[in-house]
């Protein structure tokens, strides 16, 4: 039933971002176009056929780049709120599938799109600069990367996994904190919209503060700035030190989002298996 | 044969008022059921109860023999209050929803309803005026072939021609197997169709009784017994 549910959640939030995905690479494209045409002979010509239509297209894929960030941020909040907590609700709670796979459907669809909007803006920001000779460096850098990963390993292979591990943990931290905002905030009849942004800035609040005490008392570690003064040269670099300190600052990272992403998600289910409170 | 819904001592509370207090109620099969009350006296908190949208303080519910879940949720057929499909799917997309969720829907029996209505498939659920999209509604709901199909005001808001269409449309449709629950206050237009009847009224069970007992015994039409229990 997952299955049957992600699929009509890409349905309905594919219609938004496939042409927008799609409008963010045409004028990628067209920007290249007009900066790489040249029109030395005629000034003025040069002016309203390549200046004027570059600066306008520079600016509409500028505005592209930021609502693909608002679309993306937006579609999380829009189809939770309005899909499950809102009078679609009553469509949604009612079919033969749990609370908890209503859940997922979303959380899923929103950590693929997130992921997909990152790399859109990848492909059009190549579209707008790559020639060979980005490729050639990028080329070079990531041969170097594996080279490094393939003599360091394990360590190198554990940082990286405990990376992706906190990356993942971490995008579905931040969309679950979204969720926990808007679950409570449509415990109120009325002003749902204004709680729920309440107690979004609250969550945040508080999370900064656990993590700067988190972050203070990694500090006081004396490893941690020895660690620290290694990686930007001050001292001779002991690798093992450095992987030491970078397993153990990921590890703190990854066991941080891991304990909020599941304070958020028990309350999440907690409040859509027993507190449901549709329009 | 097994009760379709059965609740002993339901309670359900919210803050600041008792909606439902201690409800106790059996509902067979193949029986058509008029829950009756006055706005707020608990029918669409009774059956947000039995779809599971709402946990109940206390007191046991079972739909089918099972709590309200994934198993009760295949043999309920819902129509809520309000209007609640998807605003940007058209009707046949909401037809290839419900058939890919509910293995009881008949896809044909929906596209003849339909087409007796001349309502067009590919027209979107959010061009439709609120009639029609009752309409288009209550067909999903009616082309299941489910157990128990829970109408919470199904004549609400409607003009008299449609009314009548609604209610043959629910007793032309319905599993004879199964029961059909409608609560409504507007008792003299299903009064006809109605096997049983339930009054409600504060949350309390008020009078559970078959319509052919009520005229038998009271010599009265469901209409009048209500507003005389009802009187303000």
């Known amino acids: 039933m997952l299955k049957k549910l992600l699929k009509y959640e890409f349905q309905a939030t594919a219609r938004f971002f496939l042409p927008l995905y799609l409008l963010l690479i045409v004028l990628a494209l067209l920007t290249r176009l007009t900066m790489s045409v040249t029109f030395e002979s005629n000034p003025v010509l040069k002016n309203y056929l390549v200046d004027i239509p570059s600066f306008l297209l520079s600016f509409a894929y500028g505005a592209g780049l930021l609502s693909i960030g608002l679309v993306t941020l937006l579609l999380v909040v829009q189809r939770f709120y309005k899909n499950l907590l809102g009078r679609e609700g009553y469509l949604m709670f009612t079919l033969p599938v749990t609370p908890v796979q209503l859940l997922w459907s979303k959380l899923l669809a929103a950590l693929v799109w997130a992921a997909a909007s990152t790399l859109a803006v990848i492909v059009s920001l190549f579209v707008l600069f790559a020639d060979g000779n980005v490729f050639y460096l990028l080329g070079e850098m990531f041969s170097s990367f594996f080279e490094a990963l393939a003599k360091e390993a394990p360590h190198s292979w554990i940082v990286m996994i405990l990376f992706l591990a906190a990356l993942i943990f971490g995008a579905l931290h931040a969309v679950l904190e979204v969720y926990m905002a808007i679950v409570l905030g449509c415990q109120a009849r009325k002003n749902r919209i204004l709680l729920g942004i309440g107690v979004y800035i609250g969550l945040s609040m508080a999370e900064q503060f656990l993590m700067s005490i988190a972050i203070v008392s990694m500090a006081l570690m004396p490893d941690f700035t020895m660690a620290l003064l290694y990686l930007f040269g001050f001292r001779q670099a002991d690798p093992d030190t450095i992987y030491a300190v970078l397993e153990l600052f990921l590890t703190g990272v990854l066991v941080f989002e891991l304990v909020i992403g599941g304070v958020y998600y028990f309350v999440v289910r907690r409040m859509l298996i027993h507190r449901l409170n549709l329009e | ?232």
């Open chain 2, 1 to 232: 044969m097994q009760n379709l819904i059965e609740c002993r001592d339901l309670v359900k509370t919210f803050p600041g008022c008792q909606a439902l207090c201690g409800v106790n109620l059996q509902i067979p099969g193949g029986r058509i059921v008029g829950l009756l009350g006055p706005n707020g006296s608990g029918k669409s908190t009774f059956l947000k109860l039995c779809n599971g949208l709402l946990v109940p303080d206390s007191g046991e519910l079972l739909i089918c023999g099972h709590a309200p879940g994934v198993e009760t949720k295949k043999v309920i057929s819902y129509l809520p209050e309000r209007s609640y499909l998807n605003d940007w799917m058209n009707v046949r997309q909401m037809i290839r929803f419900f058939e890919d969720f509910y293995p009881d829907f008949e896809t044909a029996r929906a596209y003849d309803m339909l087409a007796r209505l001349s309502i067009n498939p590919s027209q979107r659920m959010k061009t439709m005026s609120k009639g029609t999209r009752e309409k288009v509604q209550l067909i999903l709901v009616m082309s299941r072939r489910a157990q128990l199909y829970l109408l919470d005001e199904p004549i609400g808001g409607v003009d008299p021609a449609a009314r009548d269409f609604i209610l043959n449309t629910i007793i032309g449709n319905y599993n004879p197997e199964g029961s059909v629950l409608i609560s409504t206050h507007l008792i003299a237009d299903v009064e006809q169709v109605l096997d049983d009847v339930i009054f409600i009224n504060n949350g309390r069970i008020v009078l559970c009784d078959s319509v052919d007992n009520i005229r038998a015994q009271q010599d009265k039409s469901v209409d009048m017994l209500f507003r005389e229990v009802f009187r303000c």
